[in-house]
């Protein structure tokens, strides 16, 4: 049973807070995405894994308003979406923490916090939030975002998508070029954060260190979703699902 | 594994989250295919008008000239205008049509639920 299929059955407790329905999309012509079915129910972490150049990225473009479906349908609280603006959907509460961490690094940890008050919060309870979220960056509010390790510039980064109060937060490779034992700070606190009841979807390459945090995991490949399950039930297919087998 | 599913989701009595429901159902969304109907009404409307004008012209040709040549150029001119305004009207009641019954059905999809609301209202007033 596909994840759609079991969601239709999940509606009637609640409606996912996203949704994508035979989701298709591409770049220049080449398709990318050949048929995306993915939910996301309330206060969940879905996680979506896959090897490389299997269409997670876009995916979470496509959910995020980014990058155009050339089919299929987007639901974001049960409502189709399609062609709705990023910013729109972002100011609501979709937010996308983008591959590469998406701050500005020539401002201070301060500044690109408070570029982040035009939502729905002032910069003093960001800056509350942040510092008791994170108090590493309390003690570098003066520094250039540029300037802080990886590990710190990626605490930014999430500071700044949870700054805007999202109900939906999407990860795009967290672990990126980050050591291990950040990685792990890092989706301790993601999993922290799901507590609170923000959904969440996340995509990672490296699916083991997805594993503790999620509560179910979709694994793209070709640009297709071709298994889902309880992260641990899928472990033992992964390397298969990865290689095609 | 869908009751599994089930458990993860929440109950969705989160007031953020309820919220968030309300701003996403309160969002106005364009469709892309309105805005090519919308363009298409236009272009209609246009060539109606265009039409138009190209057999009026055509008729001032005719009556401006004693010569059969110029005469039957204005001839096929007034007939090209016909068929540019015929074009342009099947364009234009099209759309407007289309866009006329899409409000007549979400009017007549919003009566259903209000009656079916009014009938439940009643139904659950009475005394049993």
Same mark, same amino acid.
């Given at each position: 049973?596909t994840l759609a299929a079991?969601a239709t059955?999940?509606d009637?407790?609640?409606t996912p807070l996203l949704e994508l329905r035979d989701i298709r999309a ?7 995405l050949r048929g995306v079915d993915l939910v996301v ?18 995916t979470?473009k496509v959910a995020a308003g980014?990058h155009p479906a050339s089919g299929g349908d987007i639901l974001v609280a049960g409502r189709r979406v399609n062609g709705a603006?990023?910013?729109?959907l972002?100011?609501?509460?979709l ?17 690109? &916090? ?71 700070? &890092? ?38 979703v ?20 | ?23 996403i159902?309160?969002m106005?969304l364009r469709d892309p295919s ?95």
């Amino acid at each position: 049973m596909t994840l759609a299929a079991e969601a239709t059955t999940t509606d009637r407790v609640s409606t996912p807070l996203l949704e994508l329905r035979d989701i298709r999309a591409a770049y220049d012509g080449i398709n990318v995405l050949r048929g995306v079915d993915l939910v996301v129910p309330e206060a969940t972490v879905v996680a979506v894994l896959g090897p490389n150049g299997a269409g997670k990225t876009t995916t979470l473009k496509v959910a995020a308003g980014l990058h155009p479906a050339s089919g299929g349908d987007i639901l974001v609280a049960g409502r189709r979406v399609n062609g709705a603006r990023p910013d729109e959907l972002a100011r609501r509460g979709l937010c996308l923490i983008p591959e590469g961490r998406g701050i500005f690094p020539n401002l201070t940890v301060r500044e690109n &916090l408070w570029m982040m008050s035009h939502c729905r919060r002032q910069l003093a309870d960001i800056e509350e939030l942040t510092y008791a979220r994170f108090p590493r960056l309390r003690q570098r509010h003066t520094q250039l975002a540029g300037t802080l390790s990886g590990g710190e510039q990626q605490m930014l980064a999430l500071a700044r998508g949870l700054a805007t109060d999202p109900a939906v937060l999407m990860l795009d490779e967290l672990s990126m070029g980050l050591a291990p034992i950040v990685v792990e700070d &890092l989706y301790q606190l993601v999993a922290s954060v799901a507590k609170e009841g923000v959904s969440i979807l996340v995509v990672e390459q490296f699916a083991r260190i997805v594993m503790d945090v999620a509560d179910w995991a979709a694994v793209m490949v070709q640009g297709r979703v071709t298994l889902t399950g309880r992260p641990r039930d899928l472990e033992d297919t992964l390397s298969s699902a990865y290689l095609g087998g | 594994m869908i009751e599994s599913m089930t458990q993860a989701a929440g109950t969705g009595d989160m007031p953020r989250v309820e919220e968030f429901k309300a701003e996403i159902g309160e969002m106005r969304l364009r469709d892309p295919s309105t805005a090519r109907d919308r363009q298409l009404l236009r272009l209609g409307v246009a060539l109606l008008v265009v039409g138009v004008a190209l057999t009026v012209i055509a008729y001032f040709m005719s009556h401006g000239t004693t010569n059969p040549l110029s005469q039957g150029d204005a001839t096929i001119l007034a007939l090209a205008g016909v068929a540019v305004s015929v074009a342009g009207g099947t364009l234009f009641l099209r759309y407007s049509l289309a866009t006329f019954l899409r409000f007549w059905l979400a009017r007549l999809i919003y009566e259903q639920q209000a009656q079916t609301d009014r009938i439940v209202g009643q139904t659950d007033a009475a005394p049993r």
